[in-house]
C-alpha cells in the first residue's frame, strides 16, 4: 500500500460540481496502467483516489494526469454535451 500525504479532497462549489467544466476527461485503460500512482500525484484537484480512481463528478479535465503517466494509460476523450 502506498503512503498517502494529507490531501484535501474536491468539494461542491458554489456553483455546482466542478466536472461540468470539462471538455475532456480522461479515461484510464486498466490493461497498461502500472498502478504507480503518479496520475495521483500530479492531480491538481486530488480527484483521483488511492484505488486510482478518477471522479469525474469533479474532475475539470486538464490531461495533466495523461501527461505524466508512463505507460500512456490515460487517454483524453471529448465530452459528449
Excluded at 2 to 15: D, G, I, N, Q
Amino acid at each position: 500500500m502506498r503512503e498517502r500525504l494529507a490531501l484535501s479532497r474536491p468539494t461542491e462549489a458554489s456553483s455546482g460540481k466542478t466536472g461540468s467544466w470539462r471538455t475532456f476527461r480522461p479515461v484510464v485503460d486498466r490493461e497498461k496502467c502500472n498502478a504507480c500512482g503518479l496520475c495521483a500525484q500530479f492531480c491538481p484537484d486530488s480527484v483521483i483516489d488511492e484505488d486510482l480512481v478518477i471522479d469525474i463528478e469533479f474532475c475539470k479535465g486538464c490531461g495533466i494526469c495523461a501527461a505524466e503517466c508512463p505507460k500512456e494509460a490515460i487517454t483524453m476523450v471529448r465530452e459528449d454535451r
